[in-house]
């Protein structure tokens, strides 16, 4: 199996329809999830610095994160496939990390630098499905 099919796979079952819901339940553009989820990705980073560098590095990296949130919040992105499987991978190895230490902190920002990059390649947010048919379709459909 090749490397872009197992990254496909990854996004396709488990990443992008939650962002597609997200992206249609908050009526924002993937382009600003993905960047939403750097930031949350940067303030994690903040949160777990444990030296005075970490804290600084990470700091800053958050406020270009915030910054570029809001001004450039749904300008397109681009995304790497080898970035990708470098981070599912990462998030992995923290698993069992994870499972054989029994502290499962840190995992976190690989989830989030995941959702972020897969938002970074939807490229279209099909509409919001609803249950039942608008009023004003239903009144004009009548004789």
Do not use: N
Request: with cysteine; net charge positive.
């Amino acid at each position: 199996m090749s490397f872009a099919k197992i990254d496909h796979w990854i996004g396709k079952t488990l990443f992008i329809p939650p962002i597609v819901k997200l992206c249609q339940l908050t009526r924002q553009t993937q382009f600003a999830v993905s960047r939403l989820f750097w930031f949350l990705a940067a303030l994690d980073g903040l949160y777990r610095a444990q030296t005075l560098f970490g804290s600084i590095l990470w700091g800053g990296i958050s406020i270009v994160m915030m910054i570029s949130a809001g001004w450039r919040a749904d300008m397109p992105t681009r995304s790497s496939m080898v970035f990708r499987l470098l981070a599912a991978a990462l998030f992995i190895a923290d698993l069992l990390k994870a499972a054989a230490t029994g502290e499962l902190a840190g995992a976190e920002f690989w989830v989030f630098v995941l959702v972020a990059e897969y938002a970074a390649i939807i490229r279209t947010i099909p509409p919001r499905e609803t249950a039942a048919p608008a009023a004003s379709d239903q009144a004009a459909s009548r004789p």
